[in-house]
């Protein structure tokens, strides 16, 4: 059974103190790892798509990385309006995503 | 342009009301999408069309009833709800197979069933 792990569940960050999240999963051929952000009662947000180990992408001050058990979400030097919850999600078996938890990214000024 | 749109934003229905959430896409897209997500948890996939052809149904109870008109367009019917099934509703798509690649996110229709 596919299965992802995101981690912390809660991060505080004071604006401009970079950090990272981290994504674990477990999945027979995987078919894509996908980044999505997600505000209060909106729909999450597509971020990035990372297929294979080794493979990053950056945007604004969002880089991820994927390795063959993990990937992480480095946020560097991070704004107040970077709150938000990131989602994790993984294409493995058929036609679904499986979801993390997610992880509660609040950014003070 | 990647953007899935749904109407309504808000809706609140009574358990005995027949209603019906839309979502359009004009990028090309040929897999369409229905999610539910309840406060704190990630989206729970509901159905799944390839093709506008109805290819996965996640055991969803029967009122719900999901169509697919064309390719741009994902309604889904509700009846009879319970007060459970208040939830944001997400319509998603993607650009080829269903499960290849990334999926687009609509913004949700907020439902409230009383």
């Known amino acids: 059974e596919d299965q992802v792990t995101q981690s912390p569940e809660a991060l505080r960050l004071q604006e401009g103190e970079s950090s990272s999240l981290n994504c674990s999963y477990t999945?027979?051929?995987?078919?894509?790892l996908f980044w999505y952000r997600q505000d209060p009662g909106k729909g999450p947000e597509f971020l990035f798509t990372?297929?294979?180990a080794g493979e990053e992408k950056e945007k604004e001050r969002l880089k991820a990385t994927l390795t063959k058990k993990e990937s992480f979400l480095h946020i560097t030097a991070p704004k107040p309006e970077d709150s938000a919850t990131y989602l994790c999600a993984v294409g493995a078996s058929g036609s679904r995503l499986t979801f993390g938890e997610g992880t509660q990214l609040t950014v003070n000024p | 342009d990647t953007e899935v749109t749904q109407t309504p934003k808000h809706l609140v229905m009574g358990m005995t009301n027949k209603k019906s959430l839309k979502c359009e896409q004009h990028?090309?897209?040929?897999?369409m999408y229905w999610y539910k997500q309840k406060a704190k948890k990630p989206p729970e996939l509901m159905f799944v069309?390839?093709?506008?052809?109805?290819?996965i149904n996640e055991s969803v109870p029967s009122r719900f009833s999901p169509e697919c008109p064309n390719s741009s367009l994902l309604n889904l019917h509700l009846h009879a709800l319970q007060p459970e099934d208040s939830a944001l509703y997400l319509c998603a798509s993607s650009p080829g197979l269903a499960g290849a690649g990334e999926q687009y996110f609509g913004p949700g229709t907020r439902l409230t069933v009383t």
């Open positions: 990028m090309g897209h040929r897999a």
């Open positions: 069309y390839s093709y506008e052809k109805l290819s």
């Open positions: 990372l297929y294979s």
């Open positions: 999945v027979s051929g995987l078919r894509g």
